[in-house]
């Protein structure tokens, strides 16, 4: 892969960046508006003598990376939301697994099929409890392609140190726009490899046992150890168990691997917050209308600033509390029914000066919708 400065699709900033990355194998279904993304790879991966699989449905195209991850590859799939949707199960399989794995949802509008070439961000609150059960989940999403291609490289690097999949939540809009992107050249962005054990061949490897900094060395299955792989509650062997002391200790370790690292996972953008009384929260394509708004109204004398969530998951409570704190009002902007402000009031010392603007029809959001609301709360005093 050449680098240098490109002109390119947002979905070819996908496919670039999980190739940057290290990507080795991909198992997908075609499904707009992700489809370029498994087009790209279906050519560019076989130059590089890399694994390509287009598979039956979303179910085994999600089942196929895990075990390809298993065997020791770096591995994507991508979809959107109906597809999402089926490989929730085997998400779960992969939380519990420990299987380090990328999944791209490119949102579009629903339920169900919904509107299939619609933009759309209503998969957030899918993202963090699509699978069942309590667990934790590492979710990213950009506004723009530059940080796209990084964010794909970030996936990448933390489902190999955290031993999990991770989730890049984009949408149509930022998938089918087109932007100028810099390649990094090799060696420019940090890249994480795979963490494998140095227990020697014929030695006890215990592929569920952390290290003292919580990471999980890996052996590729089928080769020099034999271990067990399960969904059930595991011990540290990977053999099923009933032992309620193993039960809590594990989904302990499941959830705290990343809730208790989300200030140190937490990844955005903060735009002229520092003088800001209105503060505006958004992310993915919404955010640039946020933030033309924002300047926008800058230029008149409002001082109003935006802060740019890339991490949604775990959600980074924290920033969001600190950055609000100082604020007469904080304003959330989606397009969804309110997924992401619902997380904002929960977080935030005043949940009441917490307002929403808004869409859910398959439209972008516009600076109108932003201004209608930006206005109603001028009236109240701001």
Same mark, same amino acid.
């Given at each position: 892969m ?10 070819e ?6 190739l940057?990355?290290?990507?080795q ?41 895990i075990g390809?991850?298993?065997?020791g590859?770096?591995v994507?799939t991508a ?12 998400i ?9 794995s990328v ?38 999403t950009?506004?723009?392609l530059q940080d796209?291609?990084?964010?794909t490289? *970030?996936?990448?690097n933390l489902? *190999? ?12 809009v930022?998938? =089918?726009m087109?932007e ?8 420019e962005?940090?890249v994480?490899?795979?963490?494998r054990?140095s ?10 046992l ?8 890996m ?10 792989v ?7 062997w990977?053999?099923p ?10 989904l302990?370790h499941?959830?705290?691997k990343?809730e208790n690292?989300?200030d ?5 953008? *903060?735009?002229?917050t ?17 933030? =033309?708004?924002?300047?926008?109204r800058?230029q ?11 991490t ?5 409570r ?6 609000c ?6 304003l ?11 997380e ?5 010392i005043?949940? *009441?000066r ?10 972008s959001?516009?600076p ?15």
């Amino acid at each position: 892969m050449k680098s240098g400065t490109t002109f390119i699709q947002g979905n070819e900033a996908i496919a670039r960046g999980a190739l940057y990355a290290g990507l080795q194998f991909f198992a997908g279904y075609p499904i707009t508006p992700s489809t370029e993304i498994a087009e790209i790879l279906s050519e560019e991966l076989p130059k590089l003598g890399r694994k390509f699989l287009q598979m039956e449905d979303e179910i085994s195209s999600m089942c196929a990376i895990i075990g390809a991850s298993l065997t020791g590859l770096k591995v994507m799939t991508a979809t959107s939301g109906p597809g999402f949707s089926l490989k929730q199960e085997a998400i779960g399989y992969a939380v519990m697994a420990e299987v380090p794995s990328v999944v791209v949802n490119v949102q579009r509008g629903g339920p169900s099929t919904g509107l299939p070439t619609g933009v759309a961000q209503g998969d957030v609150m899918q993202a963090r409890w699509g699978t069942h059960g309590d667990h934790s989940i590492i979710t990213l999403t950009a506004s723009n392609l530059q940080d796209v291609f990084l964010m794909t490289v *970030e996936a990448f690097n933390l489902a *190999e140190t955290y031993r999990t999949p991770v989730i890049l939540l984009f949408d149509e809009v930022v998938a =089918h726009m087109r932007e100028k992107v810099k390649i990094p050249g090799p060696g420019e962005i940090n890249v994480v490899e795979r963490l494998r054990t140095s227990v020697p061949e014929g030695t006890n490897f215990h592929p569920y046992l952390t290290r003292e900094d919580g990471r999980l060395p890996m052996s590729d299955f089928g080769g020099v150890h034999r271990y067990n792989v399960t969904g059930l509650v595991h011990d540290m062997w990977g053999f099923p168990s009933n032992d309620p002391k193993v039960a809590y200790d594990l989904l302990h370790h499941l959830v705290d691997k990343i809730e208790n690292k989300a200030d140190l996972l937490a990844r955005y953008k *903060e735009y002229y917050t520092e003088d800001a009384k209105i503060l505006l929260i958004s992310f993915g394509s919404a955010a640039r209308t946020a933030l =033309h708004m924002v300047e926008q109204r800058r230029q008149r004398g409002l001082k109003v600033g935006l802060l740019e969530l890339q991490t949604l998951w775990p959600f980074p409570r924290q920033l969001v509390r600190r950055m609000c704190k100082e604020k007469t009002h904080v304003l959330v902007v989606e397009m969804n029914m309110g997924q992401v402000c619902r997380e904002v009031r929960k977080a935030v010392i005043q949940p *009441e000066r917490v307002y929403l603007a808004n869409r859910f029809d398959g439209t972008s959001i516009s600076p109108a919708d932003i201004l209608n609301v930006l206005n109603m709360i001028r009236g109240k005093g701001v």
